[in-house]
Nanobody, 115 residues
Framework: QVQLVESGGGLVQPGGSLRLSCAAS????????MGWYRQAPGKQRELVAG???????NYADSVKGRFTISKDNAKNTVYLQMNSLKPEDTDIYYC?????????WGQGTQVTVSS
């Protein structure tokens, strides 16, 4: 079993920055793919950014050039640096760890972009 705990969400003005963190309960990054997803009420959860066990990254088109995913294997933590935030980035952000068939989710952290 893997537990994931997100932190770093909050209220920020448009154009601002936030860094989300996701701490895993044990060392998994060498074997698991990690990802950040977001979900608005009534909508499907969508992938924002992913990082493979080998360190390859991928991003949703809507966040390319603004968001950066990274991980610190020694700290069992994955990060999402979000810059140039827009009101449409407002959502609950979830951390995911996956190695089929295992699939773990954090509890989510709210990000609100508003003036």
């Amino acid at each position: 079993q893997v537990q994931l705990v997100e932190s770093g969400g909050g209220l920020v003005q448009p154009g601002g920055s936030l860094r989300l963190s996701c701490a895993a309960s044990r060392g998994i990054f060498s074997r698991y793919a990690m990802g950040w997803y977001r979900q608005a009420p009534g909508k499907q959860r969508e992938l924002v950014a992913g990082i493979s066990s080998g360190g390859s990254t991928n991003y949703a088109d809507s966040v390319k050039g603004r968001f950066t995913i990274s991980k610190d294997n020694a700290k069992n933590t994955v990060y999402l640096q979000m810059n140039s935030l827009k009101p449409e980035d407002t959502d609950i952000y979830y951390c995911n760890a996956r190695q089929r068939p295992e699939d773990y989710w954090g509890q989510g952290t709210q990000v609100t972009v508003s003036s």
